[in-house]
């Protein structure tokens, strides 16, 4: 992350109630201090080599001029010596995103951040992205997209990609960076920015006046699309037990209908001292824990849940670290979840 660009002075916090304390994501730590934001920064994703092109230039590690030796061209001046060729522009070994973010917010705008486990399924989408064509033409879902940066890499291959949340403020800053990200989509891409409560009676609300002014209503065609999607990413929604339940209730609804889909769920464990317990615990934990039957090494279901989800941790060492200068560290998981039949 570079270039944080402050867009307004922060407000002023004196009187704040209880439920307006300010929280900071510890990746907004490098930001200018003082601000709550909102700011732009600047997220740079490292390309593979494969991705980069097999006529890309190589480094010399000696003088950090180019040299063609993919293609093992080269010319020599009278004296025999090796004539480097200097390049006119620079290698292209990655690409930024824009992201529009708070660097502070209350409790219910947490969206408005950028959280670390939102990082790691970034890297974790990229990964599927540059190994495979698994995310080529696919209709996509980000759940409380919050800042919309994982549903915005998915553009880049998707066919179509739904970045939901609640509120308008959180809807309003999402379609920003939506709009500040454009040039970095596949041009045939369809993205859609879309109020998603999961606190509400099933399925979106649905506009038939196509001239209506309503940004983040769904209409008809669009839920058709929805039912359609096959990947479903959310990060950093596990923090509230309330919360969690509305999540599993709408992945039920969405889940269990054809055809099958798959979530990728990124969270940050989160210790807390309990007074029940007198120990520090991770309830939030916990609670999201209960609703998965987890698989054993040879693929096995344990039926401690009453829920019907499959849930299997993938292994982030396999995983490497696109997006640069951010700290994985360990309190980070990233699940996938899908959705089947409790065994008897």
């Known amino acids: 992350m570079e270039g944080e660009d402050s867009l307004r002075p922060p407000p002023d916090f004196r009187g704040t109630s209880e439920s307006e304390e300010q929280v900071m994501s510890e990746v907004h ?37 180019k040299l063609s030796l993919a293609r093992k061209e080269y010319d020599l001046d009278g004296d025999g010596d090796l004539i480097l060729k200097r390049r006119t522009k620079p290698l292209r070994d990655y690409f930024v995103v824009a992201i529009r973010h708070n660097i502070t917010s209350s409790i219910p705008r947490v969206g408005l951040q950028v959280w670390k486990a939102e990082l790691v399924l970034a890297d974790f989408v990229l990964h599927k992205m540059f190994t495979s064509k698994e995310l080529d033409g696919i209709v996509a879902i980000e759940l409380g997209a919050g800042t919309g940066l994982v549903g915005m890499l998915l553009a880049r291959v998707a066919r179509t990609v739904f970045i939901t949340d609640h509120g308008e403020e959180i809807l309003d800053n999402c379609a920003k960076n939506v709009h500040l990200n454009a040039a970095i989509f596949h041009p045939r891409a369809s993205v859609y920015v879309r109020e998603l409560d999961w606190n ?25 699309e929805f039912w359609k999607a096959s990947f479903i990413v959310a990060a950093d929604v596990i923090y509230s ?43 939030g934990y916990s609670h999201f824990r209960s609703y998965l039957r987890e698989g054993d090494s040879d693929g096995d279901l344990e039926s401690g849940s009453l829920h019907s989800f499959l849930g299997k941790r993938v292994d982030l060492a396999e995983i490497p670290q696109y ?22």
């Open 29 to 65: 730590l490098g930001c200018p201090p003082g601000h709550s934001g909102p700011h732009i920064s600047h997220f740079i994703i490292s390309l593979p080599p494969s991705v980069r092109g097999g006529d890309e230039p190589i480094e010399d590690d000696y003088s950090g001029e």
């Open 200 to 224: 509400c009676s099933w399925q979106p609300q649905v506009i038939e006046d196509l001239e209506s002014k309503e940004s983040y209503i769904w209409n008809k065609t669009e839920v058709e």
């Open 241 to 283: 037990n309330d919360l969690t339940d509305a999540l599993f209730s709408t992945l039920h609804r969405m889940m269990s209908k054809c055809p099958e889909k798959v979530l990728y769920l990124a969270l940050e464990k989160r210790y807390n001292f309990s007074i029940d317990d007198l120990d520090v615990v991770a309830n």
């Open 323 to 344: 997006v640069r200068d951010y700290e994985r560290g360990n309190d980070v998981e990233l699940w996938q979840i899908m959705y089947g039949e409790r065994k008897q």
